[in-house]
Every structure is written in C-alpha cells, then in structure tokens.
C-alpha cells in the first residue's frame, strides 16, 4: 500500500511513521512546495519519496490524506481530483470537521464517496514534521464522522486502520464535534493566545513573563502552537467558537462581579465546582 502525505508536518509525518510502523502502509510520498520541509520529511523517515507535483504525488497511491491547515483543504482536494485512482481512499486529519467535509465534497466533486475523515485528537503545540513520532497517537481518540455519500466501506477502512495504528475511534456527527471542539480545544487556544498577547505588549512585559510560574507555563503552553493552523480553525468554526467565547465572557463577567463585591463564598464554589469537575478527568494516553 503507498500512502500520499499532502502536507507532511507534525500530525501528516506523524501519521506517516504510526501507520507504516502498523504495517498498514508500505511506503510513502510526501507532496509539499517547500524542498527544504519535503528534505526533513526524507531526513526524519517520514516519507520514502518526495514531490512538488501533486500528479506525481496522488496517481499511484492507495491512501491520500489531506494533513494542511484547514482552510487550504478545499485546494488540496481541488488539486487532488483529477489524478486519484478510482479505487484510492482519501482522508484527512483537520481539526474541524464541517467546513473541511464540505470543501471535501466541492473539491472531491464525484470522487467525495471515495473519502472519509478522522480527525485524531492528539498533537502538540510544536509544528513541522521536526517534532513528528510514530507513537503520537498511541491510545490516542480519533473522531470519525461520518456523513450523507460517504461510502461506509471507505469509512470502515479509515476507522479499522486508526485502531491498527493503536488509536480509539469514536463516531459523531460533524456538527456534534464542531460544538464540542470549539468547546474544549478551540476557546482555550484562543485564551491562551490573548492573555500571552496582552501581557507581551506591556511595557515591562519581559520583566514579568521572567516572573512567570507553573501554572502561567501550563496555562500557556498551547499559545506556542501554529498561528496559521489556529487562525484557520478559528475561521473555519467561527460561529461554534464564538458562541463559546461569548459564554466565557458572561463567565468571567460574573466571577469580576464577585471580586469587586468581595462576594468569597460565590467565588470558592465556582472554584469549588471546577476542582471537581477537573480533578475527575481523566485524558487518554500517554
Ligand atoms: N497540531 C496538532 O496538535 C493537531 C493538528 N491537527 C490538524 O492537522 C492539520 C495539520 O496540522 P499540523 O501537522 O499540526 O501542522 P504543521 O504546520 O506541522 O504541518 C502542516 C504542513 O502543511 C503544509 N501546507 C500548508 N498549506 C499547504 C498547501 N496548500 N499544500 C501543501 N502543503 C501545505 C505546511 O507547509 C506544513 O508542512 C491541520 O488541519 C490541523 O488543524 C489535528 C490534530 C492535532
Ligand atoms: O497541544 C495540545 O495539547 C493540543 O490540544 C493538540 C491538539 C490540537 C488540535 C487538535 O485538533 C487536536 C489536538
């Protein structure tokens, strides 16, 4: 089997190395239009091959995913079209899930039964197939969801080669992860960037980051992820993620009420419901 990497970085190089190390795929080729990245895909083990042709890339392969930010997946699919065999399977690891289906049926056009998406919940803050690894996903969910002309055999073989990989599938519906992302992963990246970005443009700012402990370094750990994949989820699941900003904000409104009137017993039993509910989480993984 030879798999197609369209955009070979973490989570593309990562899945590159997981799936050959499964033995669901035996060699691959990355497509990119950086010589330099497509070099370190080669350097890290990630790809066999590399290219700058999209033909070159996708007219042999089995597999082709789409692992671009995901705003550019319409193009990727656009551009993929005509070349893919008619018995290919094409995927895709997008971090939002109705815009990137719907560019998949617009760019796929007639192909779009030969697709499915997975989206695996599991990365880092570092991007570039520098911090790539084939064990990223070891235990790891991946959200598959399934919709209207998809071809469930083609589904079938993406969520049966994730869990070959070492990874728990889960099915949803677009809309049901879009809400619950936008959730817990979109609106705590969007806070992390704010406060770090409020804080840098102080005058002392240097000074006080200096002074900045654990808790700062946990909290703000995701603002070193990817602007330009960030910036696309953002767009990409803008009313989900707005929604959620704006109950976060009614949040923080009524926990400032609480300070000004020095109300302590409103503010110990947020705090208090939060412990609970955060000390019982248990994440998947390593
Ligand atoms: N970083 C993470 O933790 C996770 C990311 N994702 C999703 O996976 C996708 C890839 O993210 P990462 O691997 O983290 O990013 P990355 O920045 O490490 O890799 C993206 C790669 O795509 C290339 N690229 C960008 N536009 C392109 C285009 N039009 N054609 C070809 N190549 C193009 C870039 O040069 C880069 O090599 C995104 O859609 C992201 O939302 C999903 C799960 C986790
Ligand atoms: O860095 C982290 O902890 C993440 O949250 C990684 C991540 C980023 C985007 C996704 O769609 C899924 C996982």
């Given at each position: 089997m030879k798999m197609a990497v369209i955009g070979c970085g973490l989570i593309g190089g990562s899945m590159a190395l997981s799936w050959k190390r499964a033995g669901i795929v035996d060699e691959v080729i990355a497509f990119g239009h950086n010589p330099a990245t497509l070099q370190k895909a080669l350097d890290k083990g990630a790809a066999d091959t590399v290219t700058t042709s999209m033909e070159e890339a996708v007219k042999d392969a089995d597999i082709v995913v789409s692992a671009v930010p995901v705003e550019a997946m319409e193009s990727v699919f656009t551009e993929m079209a005509p070349f893919l065999k008619s018995d290919a399977v094409v995927t895709d690891v997008g971090s939002t899930r109705q815009t990137v289906i719907a560019a998949a049926r617009k760019g796929l056009g007639d192909k779009f039964h030969q697709y499915a998406p997975a989206h695996p919940i599991a990365g880092g803050e570092m991007p570039g197939?520098?911090?790539?690894?084939?064990?990223?996903?070891?235990e790891k969910v991946v959200i598959s969801t399934p919709d209207e002309g998809m071809d469930p055999k083609v589904v079938t073989f993406i969520e049966e080669a994730w869990r070959k990989a070492g990874a728990r599938v889960q099915a949803m519906s677009p809309l049901q992860h879009d809400l619950t992302f936008a959730s817990v992963s979109h609106l705590p990246h969007v806070l992390a960037y704010a406060l770090v970005d409020m804080i840098a443009r102080e005058e002392n700012a240097q000074e006080k980051l200096k002074m900045a402990g654990a808790g700062f370094r946990d909290f703000t750990r995701i603002a070193s992820s990817s602007p330009v994949m960030w910036r696309d989820i953002c767009l990409s699941n803008r009313e989900a993620l707005s929604h959620e900003l704006e109950r976060y904000r009614a949040s923080l409104d009524t926990l400032q009420k609480y300070i000004d009137e020095s109300d302590g017993k409103a503010l110990e039993s947020v705090f208090e419901n939060a412990v609970r509910n955060r000390r019982g989480l248990v994440f998947p993984g390593k």
């Open positions: 197939v520098d911090y790539a690894s084939a064990d990223l996903f070891d």
